[in-house]
Each structure stands twice: as C-alpha cells, then as structure tokens.
C-alpha cells in the first residue's frame, strides 16, 4: 500500500533527524517545468565544514581499506588487484583523504535531483553544478566505458540536434543519459526526449519551474548543505513544504510544512509524533548493542512538532560534542 503524502512527509522529518549526519536555494534553469520537488546537495558547503573536515577522514581510515578489501573478495577475479591496493591504501591514508577532499570540493558545488508528485512517475532530473569542462567530460566518460571490471556500457546517443551519452550497468535493461549542458552543468536523467528539452532550456536566463516552488525554495537558509523544497501542484496532503540541515560542528535540522487547513495540519503533527515514538523505541533497542546511540534517542525524545494554524514545524540538533562521541565511539568491522 503506498503512503499518502502526508504519511510520506511525517516519515521523511523523521527519517532527516535520523540521518543527520550556501547559498540560497536558486532553482536552476535546467530543471523541468513540471518540477514539483527539489533536493539540493550543497557539496562544497558539506565538504568545508567542520564536522567533515573533522571526521571523515579519519572513518574512511577506519573502515575504508577493510570495505575495498571485501569488494574485492566479492568480485572475485574482476577486479585488478594492484587497483584495489592502491585504492586501499589511499583509504587508509586520513591525510590524504583530506587533501583529496579540499582539492576536489569545488569540482561538483552542488546537486540538484527534480522530481514532480507522483512518485511512480520514476523521472527524477539530476543537475550537477560545478566546474566541468568538454574533455574532463570526454576523459571520464572514455575511462568508465574503457574498464570493464565496472561493467557499465557508455556510447554516444543522438536526439533531434543534441548529442549527448547513455549509460547503462551490466544486466541492466534501463539507461541514463548524460549530457554535458555548458561548463557549469552536468544533467542526468531516465529518458532522452527529456534530456533533448532540457537542453532546449539552455539558452533560458532563469527556471521555468511554478513561481510557488521558487518561493518555497526561497525561504531555505543560506548555509544549508541539504535541503528539500515541494510546491505540488495539486493541495490534497499540503500545499507546500521546505527542510533543511545545516552543518557546522553538529547538525541542525528544520522542516515546514504548510498543510491545507488546520485539522489536516493536526493530523500531520499526530502522525509525526507517532513516527518519532517508534523511532525512539528502536533507537533504545539499538542503544543496547552501541551504547553511543542513546544520545540520538535523547535527541529524538525532545523533538517536538508544533502547529500553528495549518503550518506545521520541527526543529533539532545534534551538539558537536555529540557528534565527537558518537564518531569516536564507532565500532570497528569485526
């Protein structure tokens, strides 16, 4: 049975708290028109903060090598050995990882993924914002289609005037399709009459998205690093919805979601509450295996959703101190 909108984005607030691990949220002029949900990935903005700068490249030591290592054995003689050596001891080096990090957060700045409502549609948009260039392209296209162990089938493809590549994993019966739009914007999406009209919009000067997504979009805090932004275009669970988490040392989340009338906004709040109840009883179960886990579960118990009128929100945040501990207090891979 599917979630209605409104059980999906309870979950979703939920899920976010969870999970936690700019600019303004500008729409860009490659997306569809039809565009009713927008997730951004700011990577630059994740990359330089504190807690990934912190952190990161002491998990990847931690657990990188051990992860190539069990790739490897999982596939069997496909992959070159002094590949996954190198690979490994480029993990395992934290130094280097940090180097490779900063050298590389300005290559992809940031990620766009469109999508409309109907999630069965399967039609998510992707933009790649970053500094990219025809023959970085060309170059990274050729390796992947030049290395079989990955398995992946790259060849040019036309559409009307537009040339641009289709890609496809071993076994796999579905295609991507790739295109290089300009020397800012990388665009992957499922089907290539979309990638054609898309490339169409090249020679926009701003989005052609519903003025009510770009609104939403408008009210995202600046210094977030993820984000989500719904303006559907059809009011049956809400009317409008925006979230974001900012990364510093810890983590911050805020979401909003302006539901059609007050009850209807009750509701929302009723079934948030119900999904942070659950999520803090695995938490609790979870907690007697990796201690570390109680903090989430203290953190998700003071999580309270509020109604105001027919806006629903909910905030939290997870203190860098306890982001130190839970990172400290990883287990290692048995």
Same mark, same amino acid.
């Given at each position: 049975m599917l979630f209605t909108a409104r059980r999906w984005l309870s979950l979703a607030a939920v899920a976010a708290i969870a999970a936690a691990p700019a600019r303004a949220a500008d729409l860009n002029k490659y997306l569809p028109d039809d565009t009713e949900i927008v997730v951004g990935i700011h990577v630059t903005t994740l990359a330089e903060s504190d807690l990934v700068q912190k952190h990161v490249p002491s998990v990847v030591k931690k657990y990188g090598p051990d992860l190539v290592k069990a790739f490897g054995e999982g596939a069997g003689k496909k992959l070159d050995e002094s590949l996954l050596k190198e690979l490994g001891k480029f993990l395992g080096d934290a130094e280097r990882v940090k180097d490779w990090i900063n050298d590389n957060k300005n290559t992809v700045n940031r990620v766009l993924i469109? %999508? %409309?409502?109907?999630?069965?549609?399967?039609n998510a948009f992707l933009v790649f914002e970053g500094d990219f260039n025809k023959d970085r392209m060309k170059l990274a296209l050729d390796f992947i289609s030049k290395f079989k162990a990955l398995e992946v089938a790259v060849k040019p493809v036309k559409e009307g005037k537009y040339e641009f590549y289709s890609v496809k994993l071993s076994g796999d019966e579905d295609e991507l399709f790739v295109a290089l739009a300009d020397d800012r914007n990388v @665009?992957?999406?499922?089907?290539r009459a979309m990638m054609a009209k898309a490339l169409d919009r090249g020679t926009r000067e701003k989005p052609g998205v519903r003025k009510e997504l770009t609104d939403v979009a408008g009210k995202i805090d600046a210094k977030a690093a993820l984000w989500m932004a719904a303006a559907p275009k059809e009011d049956d669970a809400y009317v409008n919805a925006h979230g974001y988490v900012v990364v510093t040392g810890g983590i911050r989340f805020f979401s909003s979601v302006t539901s059609k009338d007050a009850d209807a906004a009750k509701d929302l709040v009723n079934d948030m509450k119900d999904g942070l109840k659950e999520l803090g009883e695995e938490l609790k179960e979870a907690a007697k295996q990796y201690p570390p886990l109680a903090a989430l579960k203290e @953190?998700?118990?003071k999580a309270e959703p509020k109604a105001d009128k027919n806006v629903v929100t909910l905030e939290a945040e997870v203190p860098a101190a306890a982001v130190d501990k839970l990172i400290k207090d990883l287990p290692?891979?048995?």
């Open positions: 469109g %999508t %409309t409502a109907d999630f069965e549609d399967g @665009l992957c999406c499922p089907d @953190l998700i118990e290692a891979i048995k």
